[in-house]
């Protein structure tokens, strides 16, 4: 069992015994390293069931914290008595160091970024401030489209007599997907993770600004079939290879067909509860074909080419991974709740 073998090491870590700093510095590699005892648990972290991750993680947790202090001591206990200071520093930072962790956003995208790469999706990046013709107008937003409106997007500087001027923050990372086409020729396989900005009240369920992760794949004779099969190989790496999806359609600007991708709820494994309103089913993320006139729009001969576009919401994939209840708390720098991810670096 998981916490017995941690129970093991903190019994093995209070008991270390150091007489020089190359013993200690092997300790150190052998406990704390990236490859280390303590970071070989998450191997097991990731199968322990819902209702155990608290007290797990809690528990690797000490393990780590207690490591952390042993050997610091040890080191402590090394230089005191030591017969000679010549070489002492007193410049360096007092022990014990306190190590900073990831924030569990970087953690989440991280791993996205790791399940597409190896599925040959290469990174793409692009401005945050950016124009209306790359967020809009060349994913087929029309004129008059809600999103343009003042409500939704967050505008810099406006342009009344040419819309495609208009300077804003970037409402979703479609426009670096834009930009990709606008400069590669196909095939292309990228996926753009980013910040965007939306212009909406701050609640526990929505703000003003949040994390996305878009694909893109364009080539000769690509089908929805290959876009359902990408999705589904990522849903299995990253909630387990018992998840399913299910396809709904929906619509967006930019794809025809589009769809809504739902995931079997991995609380209850898609037999219903209050997590996932008791329908089985979890929203992930928006999907489809992209449309024949983005590509046009983007220098793409649409006769030749095809391809489809995802986009994923990091919040949300977070939340459904750790259960967080409160979108703020993402972005408020409570040491409190980021100490609580710890076990996840």
């Avoid at 520093?89 to 190896?118: C, M, W």
């Avoid at 369920?205 to 690509?222: P, S």
């Avoid at 986009?311 to 409570?334: A, P």
Wanted: glycine share 6%; with cysteine; aromatic share 8%.
């Amino acid at each position: 069992m998981l916490l017995e073998k941690i129970d093991a090491l903190l019994k093995e870590v209070k008991e270390l015994k150091a007489s020089n700093a190359e013993e200690i510095e092997a300790l150190r590699v052998k406990y704390l390293s990236k490859k280390g005892e303590i970071a070989a648990l998450m191997t097991d972290f990731r199968t322990v069931t819902a209702d155990q991750k608290k007290a797990v993680g809690i528990k690797i947790n000490e393990l780590k914290q207690t490591a952390l202090e042993h050997i610091n001591a040890l080191r402590e206990e090394v230089a005191s008595s030591a017969d000679s200071h010549d070489d002492l520093d007193l410049t360096r930072t007092a022990y014990p160091v306190n190590l900073g962790t990831r924030h569990p956003i970087s953690i989440v995208t991280n791993e996205i970024i790791d399940i597409f790469s190896r599925m040959g999706f290469t990174l793409a990046d692009g401005p945050e401030v950016e124009d209306d013709l790359h967020v809009f107008t060349k994913m087929n937003f029309a004129a008059d489209h809600p999103a343009r409106d003042m409500q939704d997007t967050f505008f810099v500087e406006t342009h009344p007599n040419d819309v495609t001027k208009n300077i804003i923050l970037r409402s979703h990372t479609s426009s670096v997907q834009a930009r990709v086409m606008d400069t590669t020729k196909p095939p292309i396989r990228v996926i753009c993770p980013g910040r965007v900005y939306r212009n909406e009240a701050i609640t526990a369920r929505a703000h003003c600004f949040f994390h996305q992760i878009e694909g893109l794949y364009i080539d000769k004779n690509v089908s929805f079939t290959d876009l359902k099969q990408v999705l589904l190989t990522f849903a299995q790496e990253l909630f387990g290879a018992d998840t399913k999806i299910r396809l709904r359609p929906s619509y967006f600007p930019f794809t025809e067909p589009s769809a809504e991708m739902d995931i079997s709820c991995h609380i209850c494994g898609g037999v219903g509860c209050g997590f996932c309103k008791h329908t089985g089913w979890v929203e992930i993320l928006g999907c489809g074909m992209v449309d024949p006139n983005v590509l046009e729009l983007c220098g793409i001969d649409s006769k030749v080419y095809s391809g489809y576009a995802f986009g994923v919401g990091v919040e949300r994939i977070t939340n459904l991974l750790y259960r967080v209840s409160d979108l703020r708390m993402f972005s408020e720098n409570d040491t409190r709740f980021l100490r609580e991810f710890e076990a996840a670096n």
